[in-house]
């Protein structure tokens, strides 16, 4: 049998071993206390709550109190636009955000609407980029919050967040971005970002999943969405998920030693497998932007291929793959991010998702394009 290609790293990474192993003792007698409890156990779990939470802190540059775990990206998203949006309304009721953030954003957008706010989506370029000018050109007095994702989980296009940063530092409105993308790929410093606020989620840097984290500068009020005890600094109510808090502890811990190197070596392989396809398979478009581009990210459109056939066929060659965008009932929905840079339509055919990892090899890549265009010629005839 054919060895299988993992390449969807973007949609979820695996755990590792080294942060599987730290988590099980929380699992089992004697680590799985109540962090809240005075007793002993629940002081080793508190403990390893406040590890985790240091380390998650420096890793961004943030302080330790600024850190408010919770149940990964989404809510971190959710959090951040409907608590800041309700706990800030005299400040002003106009939201900033791009066409093409995840849907955590999006949606979440689109439901401040419904609470009698008023929200801006800036349109990006071709390349999936939305400019500092943009948002300076979109703020409004009552501007109370600007949400531009760090880099597209579709495409791979990195924004200049920095200079969206410093261009807000003249403004009343806060600044929110989306890192989960980019988490594992950059060095991320809030102040160099010039961010308020910051998602971050676990499982998409080896960490499990169902747990991630929203950074909140100290001094911003934010209502919460979850209410009932006072756990996280009564910003998320509920018994801290102390296991996975602990592995995403750990799996940043990991990622801080690695990514560089990480960075670097996906970087020239991402690379590779752009050039080797486009020799491969004339006349495939590379969507998103040529430099400013997620270290793992490949995104193509296969002009006359179908998005479902496709995806169906490399899987069966053995190779995971996505389309970049939701696949619901065995049925591709027109991603919105293709849309918003105009390659959504029926002559651009069917897109491709393929997303790299730290133990994706050359081998793999190499293996990819050989199945891939296969699988592009008997497409092609059918
Ligand atoms: N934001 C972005 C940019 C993502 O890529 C994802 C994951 O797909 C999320 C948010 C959601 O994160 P989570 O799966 O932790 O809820």
Request: contains cysteine; aromatic residues 4%.
């Amino acid at each position: 049998m054919q060895s299988r290609i993992y390449l969807d790293h973007a949609a979820t990474t695996p755990i590792r071993t080294e942060v599987k192993a730290a988590m099980e003792p929380f699992l089992e007698r004697g680590g799985f206390g109540n962090p809240s409890s005075l007793h002993s156990e629940g002081q080793r779990a508190k403990r390893a709550l406040d590890e985790a939470r240091a380390i998650v802190a420096e890793s961004i540059g943030a302080e330790f109190s600024e850190i408010n775990f919770n149940s990964g990206g989404t809510e971190a998203d959710n959090a951040a636009l409907v608590g800041v949006m309700l706990a800030n309304r005299r400040r002003g009721e106009h939201l900033i955000t791009s066409q093409i953030e995840h849907e955590a954003v999006l949606h979440t957008a689109q439901f401040v609407e419904t609470l009698g706010f008023e929200a801006t989506y800036l349109a990006p370029n071709a390349q999936g980029l939305v400019t500092a000018e943009q948002v300076a050109a979109a703020l409004k007095p009552a501007t109370t919050l600007v949400s531009i994702m760090h880099a597209n989980n579709e495409i791979g296009t990195v924004q200049p967040i920095a200079k969206i940063g410093a261009v807000l530092r003249d403004h009343s409105a806060y600044f929110h971005s989306d890192a989960v993308q980019t988490y594992g790929a950059y060095p991320l410093n809030v102040h160099e970002l010039g961010v308020d606020l910051l998602t971050l989620s676990s499982h998409k840097i080896y960490g499990p999943k169902g747990v991630g984290a929203l950074y909140v500068r100290d001094g911003i009020s934010i209502e919460p969405l979850i209410h009932g005890g006072g756990q996280e600094r009564e910003r998320r109510a509920g018994t801290e998920n102390v296991a996975a808090i602990v592995g995403f502890g750990e799996a940043v811990r990991w990622m801080l030693r690695e990514r560089d190197e990480t960075t670097a070596r996906m970087s020239r392989l991402r690379d590779l497998l752009i050039g080797l396809i486009r020799e491969r398979i004339p006349g495939v478009i590379l969507n998103g932007h040529p430099t400013l581009r997620l270290p793992g990210n490949v995104h193509f459109s296969f002009p006359n291929l179908d998005a479902e056939s496709l995806l169906v066929s490399l899987d069966l060659a053995g190779v995971a793959a996505s389309s970049g965008s939701a696949c619901t009932s065995g049925s591709i929905e027109p991603s919105h991010v293709l849309a918003a840079i105009g390659t959504a339509s029926e002559e651009h055919g069917a897109a491709l998702r393929l997303t790299l990892g730290r133990e994706t090899t050359e081998e793999e890549v190499r293996e990819t394009v050989e199945r891939l265009a296969r699988v592009v010629i008997r497409l092609a005839r059918v």
